[in-house]
């Protein structure tokens, strides 16, 4: 069976993922610097011979390298799916440096890692972030030219951009996903968790950022690791790009809000702020095309609302404990 | 009037823009860590009251930081120019640690700096390495998806995508100038340089890589510099991206290798190879479509064969000395 390397391995796609991978029979060497996934998250596994994690920066190309070629040469890695990253969008706008490492830097090891030791194939998890602020009615793989608006995002395209060249030259196949938001458990961050955690601090009422108009499309993490595994499974190119996500027009803040207080704290009043924005770089608006990701056979089980829905009542129980 | 960084100060571009804004009585404090450009270079400024060097790499952000810091309270500077990055192509592939360096990580430290110190007009030297093997009859700005096939290109790529990012969050005015190959003097590298060299050494026969029939549009760079100066002059857009070239369909290597011939070695018997790619990640054919920088009245006094056939001449007498 396969033996899989997932960067950022304790983090909330990793460990959805790694659970299919080991159900599967497939073997799954997680690494991760524990600097926004959590080794509790990994817990469920620790009973399961084909899985092993190690904590470690793999920015950190001196010590990524050795080690990871040490268990190669054991076991031999056949495919990467390289997940690590900055995910807290407005830490990066306030410090650029934690997306230029977690981001940016963990791709070009990553690839170099690749090269040296001869792995051929890798999963990245993009981000629909990439796109910035395009005026298209729906969002295609060509759509563009890309021009994100975020710091995030931009790190995220210019990985892509690295991943490109990568395959031209030593890649044998590189998938690149496009994530919309992604909603479930185990939740890091995230509107949905900082509503609740406001929600439960002061039953009374809570504040959101924007006034609540921002409308994005959300996708459950099941969903999202089924079309991963559906691409991984099926797409045979050398390089390609896909959306992954609903094709629906998405949710508003005030909705995820709504949702949050009706689970959470029933007479709690919700405050709004100004503007559509929720911090520099967010992305108002978009709708996905998913037409390439359906034609390989996925559609979500989950629309942006049921999703959020399903996810802020997955995280509410999470919390309570 | 204007104080203008130049990052890459030393190299080649950068002198003949340095000579076009003196000229105009503007001030120049050019930065380069003489990897590739040369202090010689700069000879000809050192009478000049508005110039300023220091050698130094802006890529290391606590050395650069705190210099150009120093300078800018005495003298604000108000735009830079950053032109520093690997320009050797080859070398990018065979060790990606430095166009991670020189171009990606020089691009994210000014930036920084730019931020920092509010500086807020940046023009950067981008390439049309971005784009790719597209197949496009004519590539304009918006052509696409970007999908660059080169370490280099990559690089380049990802520093737009982040100039991108800062024109959202504090950046004034951005404009990227996306370079085709660019022949003169003073040439550090390139197929000129290298062929030129080559028939000097060895008067009776020299090798070119690839077949020959290679073909690339060319722009001498007092062109260059005088579209980048008619873009500086006239957008007044916050980000805005230009193709700068000839509209010629190019030159081959095979042309480019009988000019350098007739100049330099009228004997020599010219062995060509094999394939029509000259490295992994070499892109073999384009045109660009430069409307939009010839709207602002810009037309490049040489095509192609024009500035290939009067960079030959020039390089050879240099070289001579």
């Given at each position: ?135 298209d ?8 030219p ?31 996903f ?114 390439k990701?359906?034609?390989l056979?996925?559609?979500p ?8 829905r ?12």
């Amino acid at each position: 069976m396969a033996v899989h390397l997932i960067t950022g391995g304790a983090g909330f796609v990793a460990v959805n993922l790694t659970r299919q991978l080991l159900q599967r029979g497939e073997s799954v060497l997680a690494i991760d610097n524990l600097s926004r996934g959590r080794r509790e998250f990994l817990r469920e596994f620790s009973n399961s011979n084909g899985f092993v994690f190690v904590e470690m920066d793999c920015a950190d190309g001196s010590q990524f390298l050795p080690l990871i070629e040490s268990f190669h040469s054991r076991q031999r890695i056949s495919e990467v799916w390289h997940l690590a990253a900055n995910s807290d969008i407005p830490a990066g706008v306030s410090n650029p440096r934690i997306d230029l490492k977690d981001t940016f830097l963990t791709t070009f090891e990553t690839l170099l890692l690749m090269r040296d030791l001869e792995i051929p194939i890798l999963h990245f998890a993009s981000s629909s972030a990439v796109y910035g602020d395009l005026k298209d009615l729906a969002i295609s793989e060509t759509s563009g030219p890309a021009a994100p608006i975020s710091n995030y995002g931009a790190m995220k395209l210019a990985s892509e951009a690295q991943i490109r060249a990568a395959a031209e030259c030593f890649l044998e196949r590189a998938n690149i996903f496009r994530f919309p938001n992604v909603v479930g458990t185990p939740a890091t961050h995230g509107v949905i968790l900082d509503l609740i955690r406001k929600a439960r601090t002061t039953p009374s009422g809570f504040e959101v950022l924007g006034d609540g108009t921002q409308r994005k499309i959300y996708l459950h993490v099941d969903d999202l690791v089924e079309a991963m595994l559906c691409i991984r499974d099926q797409s045979k190119d050398r390089y390609s790009v896909f959306n992954i996500g609903p094709s629906d027009d998405g949710i508003t803040v005030r909705e995820i809000a709504e949702s949050v207080r009706d689970e959470v704290a029933p007479h709690a009043k919700i405050r709004y702020g100004v503007g559509n924005k929720g911090w520099v770089g967010d992305v108002p608006t978009f709708r996905y095309a998913v037409e390439k990701v359906s034609s390989l056979g996925w559609t979500p089980r989950l629309g942006s609302k049921e999703a959020v829905r399903g996810a802020v009542k997955q995280i509410a129980a999470v919390e309570l404990r």
